[in-house]
Nanobody
Framework: QVHLEESGGGLVQAGDSLRLSCAAS???????MGWFRQAPGKEREFVAA????????YYADSVKGRFTISRDNAKTTVYLQMNTLESEDTAVYYC?????????????????WGQGTQVTVSS
């Protein structure tokens, strides 16, 4: 069994930064990891993903150049550094474990999810 717990969300102003953390228990080494978000009234969308080794990362166009995903396998933690936040980034952010080493932007290819952490950006 895998348990994922996000933290680091909060209320910030546009232009500020936040770093989200996803602490994992259970097996995540050898699996890709991803971050998704869901805004009120909208579908869950892909934000970023990282391969099992951390050697490759992938981003949604809307966050490319502003967000950075990383992982510390020794600490079994995945991070999402979010800079230059915009009001459009307001959402609940979820981390998830991919079904294999190579993550994708498709939420259906993830099998374990955290409970989410709220990020609110005021303009």
């Amino acid at each position: 069994q895998v348990h994922l717990e996000e933290s680091g969300g909060g209320l910030v102003q546009a232009g500020d930064s936040l770093r989200l953390s996803c602490a994992a228990s259970g097996r995540t080494f050898g699996y890709g990891m991803g971050w998704f978000r869901q805004a009120p009234g909208k579908e869950r969308e892909f934000v970023a993903a990282i391969t099992w080794s951390g050697g490759s990362t992938y981003y949604a166009d809307s966050v490319k150049g502003r967000f950075t995903i990383s992982r510390d396998n020794a600490k079994t933690t995945v991070y999402l550094q979010m800079n230059t936040l915009e009001s459009e980034d307001t959402a609940v952010y979820y981390c998830a474990r991919a079904q294999g080493r190579w993550p994708s932007a498709d939420a259906h290819e993830y099998d374990y999810w955290g409970q989410g952490t709220q990020v609110t950006v005021s303009s």
